[in-house]
């Protein structure tokens, strides 16, 4: 982990890269969320009550993003710091450290509450990966997996959670955040149910993904995930795991290898390649690319669509 030194060093020369788009609004609660999904769902429960900034700009994968001078600045004069934790943002310790002695900036963890999938595969970052929704064992240390939010079930908790700390700054508007909070679970709890019902259907169970995002989907629906890369995007796989994916592939019969839009898909096409299968889209919905904002797609678009290519790859 970066010392506070060479964290302030960074983020002055990152204010130089890509920005988030959102400035602090006097008269409303200013809420600063860290990735997409925090995003919408502090936006749809804040409502007009509150104006909420996202950190991680539009068509960026967030493992390996770092915030900038403003970023602190904007947070330092923020009544909610919403973050997903779960090892995700393993820069916001040392962020918290650099705000503004005078901040009343409260941080949470949107993802406490959630039943956490560890696993003691290292990956090269600081976090943990999960190959099948079960714990794995394949070294010696625990990681936790951080990617929650692509479980419906698990948004579930983290909207509870952002509700509950935006009624702790704002109680004034309890109620309002509590009925938006109650349209916004109603949705969430349908999209479970659907997932449920559609896959529990299915003949097929395996599926292989790009990069391992989607050990809490696999484990609240009844798949097995089978990840090219680690955990985070950029965790290189080794040679002997591609032989025993490219084997997996022909001895299940699967037909697609999933990538995502966020990040290369060299590795999955090639993988499709060598065992003559299709490639699909599987999103890990962490962020939204530039189409995906002009078209308007959200959490529940992008979820009903990684569902219809379930239901196509696994039948």
């Not at 769902?41 to 909420?52: C, K, L, P, T």
């Not at 189409?291 to 696994?314: R, S, V």
Request: aromatic share 6%; with cysteine.
């Amino acid at each position: 982990m970066l010392p506070a030194a060479a964290l302030m060093l960074v983020l002055v020369l990152a204010a130089c890269g890509p920005k988030s788009s959102g400035s602090i609004v006097e008269g409303k609660v200013n809420v600063i969320t860290t990735f997409y999904p925090i995003y919408e769902f502090a936006s749809e429960i804040g409502g007009e009550d509150a104006n909420v900034i996202n950190l991680l700009p539009v068509g960026v994968e967030p493992h390996d993003w770092t915030p900038r001078s403003q970023d602190i600045i904007n947070t330092s004069k923020a009544q909610l710091f919403l973050y997903n934790g779960a090892g995700l943002e393993g820069w916001v310790p040392n962020f918290l450290k650099s705000l503004d002695s005078d901040s009343k900036a409260q941080a949470v963890e949107v993802s406490h509450g959630v039943n956490l999938i560890t696993s003691d595969e290292e990956d090269g970052h600081d976090h943990g990966h999960e190959g099948e929704g079960e714990e794995a064992g394949h070294g010696d240390s625990l990681h936790t997996d951080p990617h929650t939010w692509v479980s419906p079930k698990s948004a579930l908790v983290m909207a509870k959670n952002i509700k509950d700390s935006l009624q702790s700054v704002d109680p004034e508007h309890t109620a309002g955040y509590e009925e938006r909070y109650q349209k916004l679970a109603d949705r969430l709890t349908a999209l479970d149910h659907k997932f449920t019902e559609e896959l529990g259907k299915l003949p097929n169970k395996e599926i292989v993904v790009s990069h391992q995002a989607f050990a809490y989907l696999a484990r609240d629906y009844g798949l097995s995930q089978h990840a090219i890369m680690g955990l985070s995007p950029d965790a290189e796989p080794r040679g002997q795991d591609l032989v025993k994916l490219a084997a997996l592939v022909k001895e299940e019969g699967i037909r697609y290898i999933f990538f995502e839009e966020l990040v290369s898909d060299k590795l999955a096409k090639t993988l499709a390649s060598e065992t003559g299968v299709s490639t699909m889209v599987l999103n890990p919905v962490e962020g939204l690319t530039e189409a995906q904002q002009k078209n308007g797609d959200n959490y529940f678009t992008l979820m009903e669509k990684n569902l219809q290519n379930l239901i196509l790859a696994l039948q």
